[in-house]
C-alpha cells in the first residue's frame, strides 16, 4: 500500500511539472535594419549625441532573436537578444525590454538595452529605463 501511494504522489508530482520552455515575446516590430539618429537625456538632459558626418551607427535586429551593429558598414558588435517584459519607469506598465548579450561592449552613447518601442513602423526608441537615463532613437532603414 504504501508503494502505491508513493509512486500516486510521484506521478501527480511528474504531471503537475510544467516544462521551462518560456514563450519568447514577439518581436516580428522591430525586425530589420535601424540607423541609429540620436541619443538623448542624462542628469538635466544634457546628452544629445547625433552621428557625425562619415559615422553610422546600424543595428540589425533578426528574427531569430539575433543582432549585430555595424559603424561606418563594419560589424563592430555582435550576439544574441531576448525580449523580457520590465515595469518601465516612464509609464509605469509592463512593456517589452530588450537585453542584448554582446561578445564585446564598445559602443558608447547608443543605447541597446531598453524599454523598446516601435512609432510610425520606422522609428524605434530604446530607453534604458533608468531615472536621469537616457535613450537612442532609430530609423528603419529595411
Partial sequence: MKKIIIILIFSIGFISCSSNDETKIENSDIIGKWNWISTDGGFAFHIHEKPTTGNTFQLSLMKNYVYSIAQNGNEVESGTY?????????????ERFIICYAKNQQLQNVVINGIIKVYETNKLDISDNNYDGIGSGFVKTE
Fill in 82 to 94: 531576448e525580449l523580457v517584459m520590465k515595469r518601465s519607469i516612464y509609464s509605469g506598465e509592463m
